[in-house]
């Protein structure tokens, strides 16, 4: 079916008809709806027989099967990778989608190119994501279309996005007192206790919301990391040092009726004054950002001139990595303690280390005194 589209004037908000012309015609099951932008009606329907013929012949065997919106095609590898994803990176596809569906959801599968991925990744820049986000959500894309046997055609010619690897800080020694001076005085007391073992264990976020008694070993002064976001970060050993431990032998007295399925940080709700009335044990806490933004902002000082530690949670880790390599510590202890597997541990440590300015000055000015060589 030919028609023109109509459309409203910006200016005389009065209704035009579009000049060009576009079909709309159903093709096995799917519906398709493009302008042809010509204004020749003949040539018009010329498009549109030469439209179902490319979809009936296919392209080089690439589009012989049943050709599907890359919403419905999206929707359905969601649907198989929902079994074998982590709840984590399932949120992460699924906010991925949410990026990609406004671009190409209405586009057939098989018609995505190049040259739209490029326009996307235009668009997305000129929305302020990161180049990380929309490698991450490119990355969503060319799994569909992987699925689909069309990404293979599509990957000579799309680029990835160049990243920085020295995305996040560690904390100076200043910003972690004030920090922790500010979580002991949150409403939430579990930020406190949660605070002082990220930054002792290195253990991510959601390694710390999800963590149960079951995975603690106060008597072995030990704790076992659950399902992490990576295979090497699922399971691994971390020992607990004399803050981490006081801090979680202290926090476990608020539960002496504890069970071992129950959350380490779980779910509570406060009152007026700050009093806790009530505590679901089988629900965790979450990701504590109310309490940890507050508690951010309770760390400037008006009348000292100085401002508010502006930091993410995630660099927490990258202080605790950050410390281990000042103190020494080699990159086989690291990727353990981290969780990295052995194939990124020296991209890892350069993207998670950041040794101060003075640890590197001292490490320099030790070579002004060398030790005499016995021979």
Request: aromatic share 8%; charged share 30%; net charge positive.
């Amino acid at each position: 079916m030919l028609f023109r589209q109509t459309y409203r004037d910006k200016e005389t908000d009065k209704l035009r008809c579009s000049k060009f012309w576009s079909y709309e015609f159903t093709f096995r099951g799917s519906r398709i709806r493009e302008t042809t932008g010509l204004i020749s009606k003949t040539a018009a329907r010329d498009a549109e027989r030469t439209r179902r013929q490319k979809l009936a012949e296919g392209s080089s065997g690439l589009r012989r099967a049943k050709p599907k919106l890359f919403r419905q095609a999206a929707s359905e590898w969601l649907a198989l990778k929902r079994g074998s994803l982590a709840p984590s990176s399932l949120r992460i596809e699924k906010n991925n989608l949410e990026h990609l569906f406004p671009f190409f959801g209405g586009m057939l599968a098989s018609d995505v190119e190049a040259s739209d991925v490029a326009l996307y990744q235009e668009r997305r820049a000129k929305e302020k994501a990161s180049n990380g986000t929309i490698n991450l959500e490119v990355a969503t894309l060319r799994a569909v279309l992987r699925r689909s046997g069309l990404w293979a055609r599509l990957q000579p010619e799309v680029r990835m996005l160049p990243e920085r690897d020295d995305v996040g800080r560690a904390l100076s020694a200043d910003e972690e007192f004030r920090l922790l001076q500010a979580a002991s005085q949150s409403r939430s007391r579990s930020l406190f206790p949660a605070l002082l073992l990220a930054l002792n264990t290195g253990l991510r976020r959601g390694e710390l919301s999800t963590l149960r008694w079951d995975q603690v070993d106060l008597e072995g002064r030990r704790l076992t990391v659950g399902k992490s976001k990576t295979k090497a970060g699922s399971g691994r050993k971390v020992p607990l040092n004399d803050r981490a431990f006081s801090a979680l032998s202290a926090w476990a007295k608020n539960f002496p009726f504890r069970r071992p399925e129950h959350f380490v940080f779980p779910s509570e709700k406060y009152g007026e004054g700050g009093a806790v009335y009530d505590v679901d044990p089988e629900q965790s806490t979450g990701t504590f950002k109310e309490s940890w933004e507050a508690a951010k902002r309770r760390t400037a000082d008006a009348e000292k001139g100085i401002s508010a530690v502006s930091c993410r949670w995630h660099d927490l880790r990258h202080t605790f990595c950050t410390r281990l390599l000042e103190h020494g510590q080699g990159l086989p202890i690291l990727a353990a303690l981290m969780g990295w597997s052995a194939g990124t541990t020296v991209r890892m440590a350069k993207r998670y280390g950041h040794i101060s300015s003075d640890v590197l000055s001292a490490a320099v000015a030790s070579l002004d005194h060398p030790k005499t060589a016995r021979i």
